[in-house]
């Protein structure tokens, strides 16, 4: 089974840092997506950015970017110029066949 | 405007109690999802349904059941063999088989 692992359970950052949020995962497979999705406080799911496991260049979002990084099977989320709003969990997601598999969150605070 | 329904947002219910939970979309997607969280933990699969009139269970769908009669509705019941039943329930639907679009929620409390 595939598994997902996010070692920071907590991070804070300055309002206007930059911050990374780690993720790593398990699979034995070649083809599958990875996302990043944000539940702020009203605990609406929001997806933040997606990654297809064939594409080598990195997806970018605005602030948002990843860096994907396939043989080390991992997946990290830098949001530039931090602000208040982005305040909230941050789940990281693999998915294959239909079917996501969440890691256990990072709780991101913005520090004004 | 197309999205997801869930309601109600807000559920108490007594134990030995059977409770069923909505979920709505207007989206055209094929497939829809049900997921369980609790505090610390990410989501969990409970039950998915990729068609109508077919579905799957997920990770932990014990003391769960649904349905698929219609394309746009996939009910969960939440049943008194679930042992711990309070927690946040999520809905979410595909229809490329990539990311999951997800309804406001449900929190649930058996008392």
């Known amino acids: 089974a595939q598994t997902v692992t996010q070692s920071q359970p907590e991070m804070s950052v300055q309002e206007a840092e930059t911050v990374t949020l780690s993720c790593t995962y398990d699979?034995?497979?070649?083809?599958?997506?990875l996302f990043w999705y944000k539940q702020p406080p009203s605990r609406q799911m929001i997806l933040v950015i997606r990654?297809?496991?064939?594409?080598?260049q990195n997806a970018t979002e605005n602030r948002f970017s990843v860096n994907f990084q396939k043989a080390a099977k991992s997946f990290s989320l830098k949001i530039s110029d931090s602000q208040l709003g982005d305040a909230a969990m941050y789940f990281c997601a693999y998915a294959r066949n239909e079917k996501l598999t969440f890691g256990t969150g990072t709780r991101l605070t913005i520090i004004p | 405007d197309g999205g997801i329904t869930q309601s109600p947002k807000y559920l108490f219910r007594k134990e030995g109690q059977n409770v069923t939970l909505s979920c709505e979309q207007n989206?055209?997607?094929?497939?829809m999802y049900w997921y369980r969280q609790d505090p610390g933990q990410g989501l969990r699969l409970i039950y998915y349904?990729?068609?109508?009139?077919?579905?799957q269970k997920g990770d932990i769908a014990e003391g769960y059941s649904v349905s698929r009669e219609k394309k746009e509705s996939f009910p969960l019941t939440v049943t008194s063999a679930q042992k711990n039943p309070t927690a946040f329930y999520l809905c979410?639907?595909?229809?490329?088989?990539?990311?999951?679009?997800f309804g406001p929620g449900t929190r649930l409390t058996v008392t």
């Open positions: 990654q297809e496991a064939y594409k080598q």
């Open positions: 349904s990729q068609i109508v009139n077919d579905f």
């Open positions: 979410a639907s595909t229809s490329s088989g990539s990311e999951q679009y």
């Open positions: 699979t034995s497979e070649s083809d599958y997506y």
């Open positions: 989206l055209n997607h094929d497939a």
